[in-house]
């Protein structure tokens, strides 16, 4: 019975919050975000295994062997996507140095994936 569960699972899967869609493939997880600038992934598993990509643009994508060499095992995933909404001018308080910092938005999403037999299985703590 599981593994006919298991199976099933292998089909693309896709979820989506308001504007971060990631979608999971048998070998790849993509990140994208059409107000982007920056999508952080962090993917971590209980045995102290943490590892975070990093991405310039609006979209990204890593392959399941870039996630531990593909050990089988649950993983939890964090996508951070940051866009830079403008800046402003600040200065120190003695208001002598001023620099313009960016002002910046973000959007977080989680959840779980599971690896087995080298290949990305939703979990049912993502369901």
Do not use: C, W
Not at 63 to 89: C, H, M, P, R, W
Request: hydrophobic content about 35%; overall charge negative.
């Amino acid at each position: 019975m599981k593994k006919t569960l298991l199976s099933v699972l292998m089909l693309p899967l896709s979820m989506s919050s308001f504007a971060i869609d990631i979608t999971f493939t048998d070998s790849q997880m993509s990140v994208s975000n059409s107000n982007t600038d920056v999508i952080a992934i962090t993917i971590g598993d209980s045995n102290q295994y943490s590892e975070t990509f990093n991405f310039s643009g609006s979209s990204a994508s890593i392959s399941n062997f870039e996630i531990n060499s593909a050990q089988d095992g649950l993983y939890k995933y964090s996508v951070i996507a940051t866009s830079i909404a403008g800046s402003t001018e600040v200065s120190d308080n003695n208001g002598r140095n001023q620099v313009e910092k960016n002002i910046v938005t973000s959007e977080t999403e989680s959840g779980h994936i599971r690896i087995e037999d080298g290949q990305f299985l939703l979990t049912a703590e993502a369901e």
